[in-house]
């Protein structure tokens, strides 16, 4: 009887399951790693950029602006990186939790392993890119005692984001996974912004000084801000190198010991959260659809109305649409909680409150319409045959989809730029405006492409385990690119007024584009109706595989 497989062999599974589901086993191979090289490169190019940052000679010369400048990197690199699968719900990229819940494999072997397979990943080298050229620009330019110590210090550092990404992945998995999951959302909602409304916002005003906002900032403030940075877990690679280049060995060792402290506090956190949803992965989820007494479905005098009630009803119980609602909301606090629009209006002058908004409100829009509209069978599983037995057809399906996904992004944008304009009381109604107008020029162009992703891309949500297949690592890096598309017109028109704010002209160039975007969209429907058409076999055989 052959022996289970050990751990580097259960690490391969990991990471052959994933090249496999990006690969949608049908891509080419030859383009699906053209675009992996494709998307690696942003990340080469910050990682260039932070270490000629660090090389400077001015930087280079100052304690001060080097100890500032890397523990900013460490945190924010952290901050990003541990809160994204919150700030995605990228539930989805990490499906091997729940598919190897009943295999021979132990919770604390299956962390770590998918743990150490989600850091070889384009959006994880995108993050860390940065700090990895601070830290060699930072060591060439300074003399660094142990420097076989530093590589030892950068996996402990990345070790401590993966391990309380994933709990930050735990965290999203098990309130999703819970019965009252909107009541979760919504009360975590209220309560951060209660909280945030006791904190006072960061004081900003040293920006507008004097003319250059840097020659107004005392070396006391950028002192104070890097011991304060450095004394959190992140800043404590930024910490040890610094101790490093004073010679420091005893002391970047201790900051080493406190990156391993806190990682191992991170893995803990998550092996309990990751239990606990093994605990629940068998459990039925709540029958409230058998306790309603109101039928959504007995107005419904025609097959389209009917089809436009199913989706709208799916949609607002699926609690990833819920947690990607209020992503939106919570980064509007945290852009007042640190005065990140006296930011924007140091650099860009009155047009700030456009670019926040409209910022906010495609943000809002994209992460609505493009997480379902590109994967829009994906929940339907075996009542996609259903639909094909129904008397209705897939162009009436398609539509119905496409309305319901435009109709929640245009929603989700409406009420993001309402809330701006109360909570910050500085955008005039041209701004809302002009918000809107962006938001009705990115949402027909992400429509379109997800018609074509859908049916070129089929996935499944496997409704019994509570997951969905990964997305296509080909399809996710198509809809980046018609998203980055739809939101080039509101770049160029806010860009060109530069410092003088949105003008009428500017919500005419917005205007013209989202009318030219809908005659498209309008154009490519019947093909992309015609494609579904002829491959509603495979779509049938994807989303209904085991």
Not at 210 to 233: C, E, H, K, Y
């Amino acid at each position: 009887m052959r022996g289970s497989p050990g751990f580097l062999r259960h690490l391969w599974l990991l990471w052959r399951l994933r090249a496999q589901i990006a690969l949608n086993q049908r891509t080419s191979r030859a383009l699906a790693a053209a675009l992996f090289a494709a998307s690696v490169v942003p990340a080469v190019g910050l990682g260039a950029s932070a270490y000629a940052l660090l090389s400077l000679r001015w930087v280079a010369e100052s304690r001060v602006w080097s100890a500032f400048i890397l523990n900013l990197l460490c945190f924010v690199t952290s901050a990003v990186w541990c809160t994204w699968p919150i700030l995605s719900a990228g539930v989805d990229d990490h499906s091997e939790l729940s598919r190897y819940a009943a295999f021979p494999i132990s919770r604390f072997r299956l962390l770590f392993a998918s743990t150490v397979a989600s850091v070889l990943e384009p959006r994880i080298l995108f993050f860390f890119a940065p700090v990895v050229g601070a830290s060699l620009g930072f060591a060439s330019t300074h003399q660094v005692a142990a420097r076989p110590l530093v590589p030892v210090l950068m996996v402990s550092y990345a070790a401590l984001n993966a391990a309380w990404s994933r709990f930050g992945l735990h965290v999203v998995l098990n309130v999703l996974r819970a019965h009252r999951n909107a009541e979760l959302l919504g009360g975590f909602f209220a309560a951060f912004l209660l909280a945030c409304s006791f904190i006072p916002p960061v004081d900003a005003s040293w920006l507008f000084a004097v003319v250059n906002g840097a020659s107004a900032l005392d070396d006391t403030v950028l002192i104070n801000a890097a011991v304060a940075l450095g004394r959190v877990p992140p800043g404590f690679y930024g910490g040890a190198l610094l101790a490093l280049s004073r010679g420091d060995v005893a002391g970047a060792v201790t900051r080493l010991g406190g990156l391993w402290a806190f990682t191992g506090l991170g893995f803990g956190a998550a092996y309990v959260l990751l239990s606990r949803f093994y605990e629940s992965a068998g459990r039925s989820g709540g029958a409230a659809g058998l306790t309603e007494q109101r039928n959504p479905f007995a107005r419904t005098a025609v097959p389209f109305t009917t089809l436009l009630a199913r989706e709208a009803l799916d949609l607002w119980k699926n609690p990833r649409a819920r947690l990607l609602a209020s992503v939106p909301f919570v980064l509007a606090i945290l852009i007042k909680l640190l005065s990140g629009r006296d930011l924007f209006v140091f650099l860009v002058g009155r047009t700030a409150d456009a670019w926040l908004l409209g910022a906010l409100a495609t943000y809002g829009a994209v992460v609505m319409a493009a997480t379902f509209s590109q994967n829009m069978f994906a929940y339907d599983g075996h009542g996609f045959s259903l639909l094909l037995a129904a008397p209705v057809t897939l162009t009436q399906v398609m539509r119905a989809k496409n309305a319901v996904h435009g109709a929640a992004a245009l929603v989700l944008s409406s009420l993001v730029a309402g809330f701006y304009a109360v909570y910050f009381r500085t955008a005039s109604a041209l701004d809302v405006a002009c918000a809107m107008a962006s938001v009705l020029v990115v949402v027909p162009v992400v429509l379109a492409a997800g018609n074509f992703l859908s049916v070129f891309f089929p996935v499944k949500f496997h409704a019994s385990l509570k997951r969905r297949d990964k997305v296509p690592f080909t399809a996710s890096m198509l809809g980046v690119a018609a998203a980055s598309l739809g939101c080039t017109p509101m770049t160029f028109a806010l860009r060109w007024q530069v410092r003088e704010g949105a003008t009428v002209e500017t919500l005419g160039i917005l205007a013209l584009s989202a009318a030219l975007g809908w005659m498209a969209y309008r154009w490519s429907f019947d093909p992309a109706a015609r494609q579904l058409m002829l491959h509603r076999e495979r779509v049938l055989s994807a989303v209904t595989r085991d």
